[in-house]
């Protein structure tokens, strides 16, 4: 037999069937509010594991563009090697490019992404004592960015790759001169639909600015487990990066919980009347 709680000692048990059924209605309508931020809550997370699991968009054959122009640091060359080793775990097809004035391709696409092992030794700034990677003597001053990007799309083209993209990791620094024709290349690749990501190394403000408006914000992406050496991408992604969605849901999930303690932990008793003499 069930035990019952304390209770309250009533000759009027009628008087409290209106706070009764008041009470019942604000708890189903709190508790299916609060289902209802854990489901998009829930939904939000599994948004976001999906957009973190790699640096090439799904499916696609990518061409890594890689800038290793003078300006590129230490930091950055580390930042490179994660992203390669990211390319080379998730084993799918690539065609590398590398540029500083004039680009070079390294690899066609459709590129087992394993071959891209023996480069990881090369990616190495140059400093007294080690030996130069086989296409810095032919790199002079004056970026540009263009070429490399025009040179994997032609590659994509030549290939006849429909599902194809462009990683292009740079410092975004490229030559005055280079602007306009920039522009037109990353025109010609949206028309053609063909996707373009960056891995950001150490940007300055104006390159994050002209890669912004030329691909938008959401064009950022940092390899996974890339530590320290994505520290300047991540702070370019830091406002747009933050899971807004999932903050509201969680904010809207707590003050559920609050509205619940307040107003619905316990049965409402109507006042009782006092009388005057």
Same mark, same amino acid.
């Given at each position: 037999m069930?035990?019952?709680?304390p209770?309250v &000692?009533?000759? =009027?048990a009628?008087?409290?069937? %209106?706070a009764?059924r008041?009470?019942?209605? *604000?708890h %189903?309508?709190?508790?299916?509010?609060?289902l209802?931020?854990?489901? /998009?809550a829930?939904v939000?997370?599994r948004?976001?594991?999906?957009?973190e699991?790699?640096?090439?968009?799904?499916?696609s054959?990518?061409v @890594? *563009? *890689? =800038?290793l122009?003078?300006?590129?640091?230490d930091?950055?060359?580390?930042?490179?090697r994660?992203?390669? #080793?990211?390319?080379?775990?998730? &084993?799918?097809?690539?065609?590398l490019?590398?540029f500083s &004035?004039?680009?070079? #391709? @390294?690899?066609p696409?459709?590129?087992?992404a394993?071959? +891209?092992e023996?480069?990881l030794?090369?990616?190495v700034? %140059?400093?007294? !004592?080690?030996?130069p990677n086989p296409?810095?003597?032919?790199?002079?001053? !004056?970026t540009?960015?263009?070429t490399?990007?025009?040179?994997g !799309?032609?590659?994509?083209?030549r290939?006849?790759? =429909?599902? /194809?993209s462009?990683l292009?990791?740079?410092?975004?620094?490229?030559?005055?001169?280079d602007?306009?024709?920039?522009a037109?290349?990353?025109?010609?690749l949206? #028309?053609? &639909?063909?996707?373009?990501?960056i891995?950001?190394l150490?940007?300055?403000i104006d390159g994050?600015? @002209?890669?912004?408006?030329?691909?938008?914000? =959401?064009a950022?992406?940092?390899?996974p487990?890339? /530590?320290d050496e994505?520290?300047?991408?991540?702070r370019t992604?830091?406002?747009?990066?933050?899971?807004?969605?999932? +903050?509201? @849901?969680?904010? +809207?999930?707590?003050?559920?919980l609050a509205?619940y #303690?307040?107003?619905a932990?316990s049965?409402a +008793?109507?006042?009782p009347?006092?009388?005057?003499?």
């Amino acid at each position: 037999m069930r035990r019952r709680g304390p209770a309250v &000692d009533t000759h =009027d048990a009628a008087a409290l069937a %209106a706070a009764t059924r008041r009470t019942r209605l *604000v708890h %189903a309508l709190l508790a299916a509010a609060a289902l209802l931020a854990l489901a /998009g809550a829930a939904v939000s997370v599994r948004g976001l594991a999906v957009r973190e699991r790699s640096v090439l968009p799904a499916g696609s054959t990518g061409v @890594l *563009v *890689v =800038d290793l122009s003078l300006s590129i640091a230490d930091a950055d060359y580390r930042l490179i090697r994660r992203g390669f #080793e990211r390319v080379i775990a998730d &084993d799918g097809r690539i065609g590398l490019v590398v540029f500083s &004035d004039v680009a070079y #391709e @390294l690899l066609p696409p459709g590129t087992p992404a394993r071959e +891209l092992e023996p480069f990881l030794r090369l990616l190495v700034p %140059a400093r007294k !004592g080690r030996p130069p990677n086989p296409w810095a003597q032919t790199f002079r001053s !004056g970026t540009r960015i263009s070429t490399a990007l025009a040179l994997g !799309g032609r590659m994509l083209e030549r290939e006849r790759v =429909d599902n /194809g993209s462009i990683l292009l990791f740079s410092d975004l620094q490229t030559a005055p001169e280079d602007v306009r024709p920039l522009a037109r290349t990353v025109a010609s690749l949206k #028309e053609r &639909d063909v996707p373009v990501r960056i891995v950001a190394l150490s940007p300055l403000i104006d390159g994050r600015r @002209l890669f912004e408006g030329l691909l938008g914000p =959401d064009a950022y992406t940092v390899p996974p487990d890339a /530590g320290d050496e994505g520290a300047a991408t991540l702070r370019t992604e830091s406002a747009r990066g933050v899971p807004l969605a999932l +903050l509201a @849901l969680a904010l +809207l999930l707590f003050a559920v919980l609050a509205a619940y #303690e307040r107003f619905a932990a316990s049965l409402a +008793l109507p006042r009782p009347k006092v009388e005057h003499a």
